[in-house]
């Protein structure tokens, strides 16, 4: 039981009401009071029936973990409190289990948090669905798509910091297990207006600010772009900044999502030239030039950015230029050209870069959708995720807010037809009767907008396309002559009366009074917006671009496929794409999250009740909870109802055998509750009015008590008796021991007493044998001595006349000369050898002769290395010299040095002398040659290797040509300051010149070469011969050198090689070369 209960959450030991339909009483105050209760006990997620409402907190909070979606992993939307994770649970459950397309449609204003309700929702599906390394693949690049479309899609605004500047639909592909496949986006009107001018406080697109903040100073300089922001003209500074954003991190992840994704490099390189392009098309400016007609042409003042934008895209810079000053009118077969004044430039300048980037956009989803759709042709189900601008209302509304509201309008109609729809279709399915309530349906302000004749987006296309002059003053007079009488219209220039006055209208704008409130539009650019007009000689010029991402963008550009209609405007592209969203969105069971934002500051714990309010309305909130309750304000399957309510009845406590409907009917008779307040559906128990549910519970918790009470009693006795029999065994197991144990202590006692006796006795009869056999050995011992000195006196009285007084020191030093001698003749037939390697050394036969012996053994090994040394010629000496040298430098320093040591010490690899080829080179050199050997020199700049010829002489190093003799370099022995070199395996030495010297003029020497020991030990002696100071020897894996200018480290690594065992040299960049050592 205590299982069941733990899964029963939603109404045990909630804060305030989880679900609104159960609210009592249900009014305005009431619903926003519920909201900051759980707002305040960041209770986040309030349900309408179905439906979620989602509280932007403004913060993280730990209810997001793999615990939190293990938790709801396939359990009832009612079990657990009120959470994203349930609804998302059971929209994939119920595509999974009964094959129903699924679609989760996201609102709600600007900064409601709509972005990362779609990504809670995505993760969550991601990380309950199957798993297995294709599976995981295709979730990875679902989640990974969003970070790159926010980069390029999102932007901070006054609102929110992370908002949407475009609608985003995607479709998540399942097979019949329930493992994604894939998926298709669509996206919706990108705000591109935003990429030339950002309102005050808000932001350009975040990856302007990314890459300049994250990418390396090589990759900026290959977009020839600097990292300071107030350098372009496109990016307003007085919101860089956003406080708790890294941007240069946000970069990484952006450019690891789209590896993941599938981007190639270069075309991940190519996108990001565009973006750079675009950045830099705002710092070009324009100058008047007056022609002999005397109209004025437009010139660019300075051409440098121009020149770079070119090297970019690979355009000629005179075709962008000409288009930048000229424009190309096609009618028929007549081709008209005009100049452009300035005003016109800077239109097209912006025109421009903005069509570039909205179709950069537009490609990027494109490049998604084919790395991310499913690769088979099975049947697929699909899970719809709709996260679409918000509703906006700003002080100044401009053509974007009037379409992306017109979106919201269309998608309040759809979340109110199928709310009711829903609503209706489960009470026929259950068998309810159901009475029609009514509603405020706002098709009548989605017909202002896209009626086909007299809709406002109609007049706006038709005021596009008419000949003669059009501005946004006539269409604003268009629409007071057609709309002036609609109730959801206002105009101070309309025909009614009652607008006429009002100050807080200005002339050139209009109001639609919206169902989430009213909104003034300004008309100014509604016109030039909806034609969206790019002149022909910039797509044309674009076309030409060597850059293949920018050609492709611009296939209009085609002189081959030149299309003199017109193309179709803005509004009526967005019309279609919104019409077929509506029909895809009905073609799916749709579940329903509702944002809402506490307050416009994004601050954490402050709910703004007037705020919530107006949401609230205009979302139809309380509308919803109405028509939830208008028929039955609660609805739960029999056998939950029945496991959670069945204690209450003796007939079905503890166990129901029979059906759960029966228990059900069975229980609420029991309980004599009225039949108008319930009635039995199918498969379903409806309860009308919250109150009997609240009853209910009452009941149960007032049962669940009695009950804990009973189990509480028996679980007491059962624990004393549990412990008196307990008691009882081990007062029985206690005793027994300890009887054991009495009589093993008794047995231990006697058998002690009785082996301490018998050793008692068995040692007095030792000690008796003992002192007999001791008095036996000391008779034994007596009569011999007493025997030794009679016989001794004996013959002592016999000899005395033939022995004097000293005959005892000269018996000794006798005896002692004959060991002498005896331990030399032994020694001469045992030497070891004259090898003064030979370790060999006879032992001693005497302990007193332990310091001769040794002392012997010294002189020995001093004379015959003596005699080893004096067979030496000079030559050799000098060779043994330099072997010593090397062997206190490099000995457990160097790891090439044991191989060195086997090796003689040549000098003169390369017969000078004798070879004809070197015949110049020995007569550039008057000194004698100390070393004359091929080397391998590193080039400064990319690491490669040349030969040379290095000579080492008494005074100077030099560099010669291997080919021609001609030296190369000469470098005086005192302007050597070091020698560096690795602790490995290799033959790679740096050779550092004195700073300031005229042979450090291009740097220092970095070499390789097969003798490096032999010649690091010699340059080191004839240094210390020469300037009387040693030089500096230096052993590490990484030191620096001296390029020109520059301080380059050079580092040493391992690494497999392609050469076989060579090691190779590789200049990373300005500061690093690196060597792989196999």
């Given at each position: 039981m205590a299982k069941m209960e733990a899964k029963t959450s939603l109404l045990d030991n909630m804060i305030g009401v989880g679900d609104m339909v159960l609210l009592e009483p249900l009014n305005e105050d009431s619903f926003i009071n519920n909201l900051k209760k759980r707002f305040d006990h960041n209770e986040v997620y309030t349900y309408i029936g179905s439906v979620v409402i989602s509280i932007n907190p403004y913060r993280p909070l730990p209810i997001y973990s793999p615990e939190k979606v293990e938790e709801y992993r396939n359990r009832n939307f009612y079990e657990l409190s009120p959470h994203i994770f349930a609804l998302s649970d059971e929209a994939y459950r119920s595509l999974r289990d009964q094959d129903k397309d699924q679609c989760i449609l996201i609102t709600g204003e600007s900064g409601a948090g709509k972005t990362e309700a779609s990504?809670?929702?995505?993760?969550?599906?991601?990380?309950?669905?199957?798993?297995?390394?294709?599976?995981?693949?295709?979730?990875?690049?679902?989640?990974?798509?969003?970070?790159?479309?926010?980069a390029f899609g999102n932007a901070k605004t006054v609102r929110n910091d992370n908002s949407s500047r475009f609608g985003k639909y995607m479709d998540i592909e399942f097979d019949f297990k329930g493992d994604p496949l894939g998926g298709v986006i669509s996206n919706y009107l990108l705000e591109k207006s935003r990429v030339v001018k950002q309102p005050r406080g808000e932001r350009n697109f975040h990856i302007f600010y990314q890459i300049l903040s994250g990418a390396s100073e090589d990759f900026l300089c290959k977009l020839k772009l600097e990292r300071d922001f107030s350098r372009y003209n496109y990016l307003g500074l007085d919101s860089a900044r956003v406080n708790g954003v890294d941007d240069a991190a946000n970069f990484r992840t952006v450019r690891n999502a789209m590896q993941i994704v599938g981007f190639m490099d270069h075309e991940t390189q190519s996108v990001?030239?565009?973006?750079?392009?675009?950045?830099?098309?705002?710092?070009?400016?324009?100058?008047?030039?007056?022609?002999?007609?005397?109209?004025?042409?437009?010139?660019?003042?300075?051409?440098?950015?121009?020149?770079?934008?070119?090297?970019?895209?690979?355009?000629?810079?005179?075709?962008?230029?000409?288009?930048?000053?000229?424009?190309?009118?096609?009618?028929?077969?007549?081709?008209?050209?005009?100049?452009?004044?300035?005003?016109?430039?800077?239109?097209?300048?912006?025109?421009?870069?903005?069509?570039?980037?909205?179709?950069?956009?537009?490609?990027?989803?494109?490049?998604i959708n084919e790395s991310i759709k499913a690769q088979?042709?099975?049947?697929?189900?699909?899970?719809?995720?709709?996260?679409?601008?918000?509703?906006?209302?700003?002080?100044?509304?401009?053509?974007?807010?009037?379409?992306?509201?017109?979106?919201?309008?269309?998608?309040?109609?759809?979340?109110?037809?199928?709310?009711?729809?829903?609503?209706?279709?489960?009470?026929?399915?259950?068998?309810?009767?159901?009475?029609?309530?009514?509603?405020f349906n706002n098709a009548i302000i989605c017909d202002l907008i896209e009626n086909n004749q007299t809709g406002i987006l109609a007049m706006l296309d038709e005021e596009c396309l008419r000949p003669g002059t059009v501005t946004d003053e006539t269409f604003l007079e268009k629409l007071n002559q057609v709309c002036a009488t609609h109730q959801h219209f206002e105009s101070r220039m309309?025909?009614?009366?009652?607008?006429?006055?009002?100050?807080?209208?200005?002339?050139?704008?209009?109001?639609?009074?919206?169902?989430?409130?009213?909104?003034?539009?300004?008309?100014?650019?509604?016109?030039?917006?909806?034609?969206?007009?790019?002149?022909?000689?910039?797509?044309?010029?674009?076309?030409?671009?060597?850059?293949?991402?920018?050609?492709?963008?611009?296939?209009?550009?085609?002189?081959?496929?030149?299309?003199?209609?017109?193309?179709?405007?803005?509004?009526?592209?967005?019309?279609?794409?919104?019409?077929?969203?509506?029909?895809?969105?009905?073609?799916?069971?749709?579940?329903?999250?509702?944002?809402?934002?506490?307050?416009?500051?994004?601050?954490?714990?402050?709910?703004?009740?007037?705020?919530?309010?107006?949401?609230?309305?205009y979302l139809g909130l309380l509308e919803n909870v109405r028509v939830r309750r208008a028929g039955y304000a609660f609805r739960q399957a029999y056998e939950p109802c029945l496991e959670r309510y069945k204690m209450l009845c003796k007939q079905t406590w503890p166990h129901w055998r029979g059906p759960a409907r029966a228990g059900v009917e069975v229980l609420f008779n029991e309980l004599e509750i009225p039949e108008e307040e319930f009635s039995f559906g199918r498969s379903k128990i409806f309860i009308r009015n919250p109150r009997t549910l609240f009853k209910l519970e009452d009941l149960r918790k007032?049962?669940?008590?009695?009950?804990?009470?009973?189990?509480?009693?028996?679980?007491?006795?059962?624990?004393?008796?549990?412990?008196?029999?307990?008691?009882?065994?081990?007062?029985?197991?206690?005793?027994?021991?300890?009887?054991?144990?009495?009589?093993?202590?008794?047995?231990?006692?006697?058998?002690?007493?009785?082996?301490?006796?018998?050793?008692?006795?068995?040692?007095?009869?030792?000690?008796?044998?003992?002192?007999?056999?001791?008095?036996?050995?000391?008779?034994?011992?007596a009569a011999t001595t007493i025997a030794a000195y009679w016989r001794g006196t004996q013959v002592r009285r016999e000899y005395r006349k033939f022995f004097r007084a000293n005959a005892g020191r000269k018996i000794y030093e006798f005896t002692l000369q004959r060991i002498m001698q005896k331990y030399f003749l032994e020694m001469k037939n045992k030497m070891p050898s004259l090898s003064p390697i030979d370790k060999n050394w006879p032992a001693r036969p005497y302990l007193f002769l332990d310091s001769t012996h040794k002392e012997l053994k010294r002189i020995f090994h001093l004379w015959r290395c003596k005699k080893y040394r004096d067979q030496f010629t000079d030559q050799q000496k000098l060779i043994y010299e330099e072997k010593l040298e090397a062997s206190e430098l490099f000995k457990d320093k160097k790891a090439l040095y044991p191989a060195s040591v086997g090796q003689p010490f040549q000098g003169a690899y390369l017969e000078i002398s004798k070879n004809p080829k070197y015949k110049k080179l020995k007569d550039a050199v008057d000194e004698k040659i100390i070393i004359a050997e091929v080397v391998n020199k590193i080039n400064r700049a990319n690491g490669k290797a040349t030969s040379r010829i290095f000579l080492l002489t008494k005074n100077n190093v030099l560099l010669a040509d291997q080919k021609s003799g001609n030296i190369k370099s000469e470098v005086p022995l005192g302007d050597v300051t070091k020698v560096s070199m690795s602790s490995q395996n290799d033959g790679f030495f740096a050779v550092h010149l004195k700073e300031g010297s005229g042979a450090a003029g291009k740097g220092d020497f970095l070499f390789s070469s097969d003798h490096l020991i032999e010649m690091a030990t010699k340059l080191y002696r004839t240094t210390l011969s020469q300037t009387k100071q040693k030089l500096n020897i230096e052993i590490s894996d990484e030191f620096l050198v001296q390029f020109r200018q520059d301080k380059v480290c050079v580092k040493f690594i391992q690494g497999s090689q392609k050469n076989g065992n060579i090691p190779t040299c590789k200049r990373k960049n300005n500061r690093l070369l690196e060597v792989a050592v196999p």
């Open positions: 990504k809670l929702v995505m993760s969550y599906v991601a990380a309950v669905c199957g798993k297995g390394a294709e599976v995981n693949q295709v979730k990875e690049q679902l989640l990974q798509s969003n970070p790159v479309l926010e990001f030239e565009v973006v750079a392009a675009v950045l830099k098309l705002g710092n070009i400016e324009f100058k008047p030039e007056s022609r002999v007609n005397g109209l004025d042409e437009s010139k660019i003042k300075d051409k440098n950015e121009l020149k770079e934008i070119c090297e970019l895209t690979g355009i000629d810079q005179s075709v962008l230029e000409r288009a930048f000053s000229f424009r190309t009118v096609e009618a028929k077969q007549e081709k008209v050209s005009t100049t452009l004044n300035v005003a016109q430039a800077y239109y097209a300048r912006d025109a421009l870069a903005k069509n570039l980037y909205s179709r950069l956009f537009s490609w990027l989803v494109t490049r088979t042709k099975v049947r697929k189900k699909v899970m719809g995720v709709l996260d679409i601008y918000g509703f906006e209302i700003f002080e100044d509304n401009s053509f974007e807010q009037f379409i992306i509201n017109y979106c919201n309008e269309k998608l309040q109609q759809i979340f109110i037809e199928l709310t009711l729809k829903e609503e209706q279709e489960e009470y026929i399915r259950e068998g309810i009767e159901w009475t029609h309530i009514e509603y309309s025909k009614c009366l009652r607008f006429l006055n009002d100050t807080s209208l200005p002339h050139s704008c209009f109001r639609i009074q919206h169902y989430a409130g009213k909104v003034m539009y300004q008309v100014e650019g509604f016109v030039d917006k909806n034609n969206d007009l790019l002149y022909r000689d910039l797509s044309q010029a674009m076309w030409k671009a060597s850059h293949s991402l920018i050609k492709a963008l611009f296939p209009e550009g085609n002189p081959a496929k030149i299309n003199l209609k017109r193309p179709p405007t803005a509004g009526s592209q967005f019309k279609a794409s919104v019409t077929t969203l509506m029909k895809n969105l009905q073609t799916k069971n749709p579940n329903y999250i509702r944002c809402i934002k506490p307050n416009d500051k994004k601050a954490a714990h402050v709910f703004n009740d007037a705020l919530v309010c107006h949401q609230i309305r007032q049962r669940l008590e009695d009950l804990a009470t009973l189990i509480e009693k028996i679980y007491r006795g059962w624990k004393c008796r549990t412990r008196f029999l307990l008691m009882k065994k081990s007062q029985i197991v206690i005793a027994s021991w300890y009887r054991r144990y009495a009589q093993q202590k008794k047995y231990q006692k006697i058998k002690s007493s009785a082996i301490i006796v018998q050793s008692y006795i068995r040692g007095w009869k030792a000690r008796k044998l003992l002192r007999e056999l001791k008095h036996q050995k000391r008779c034994n011992e």
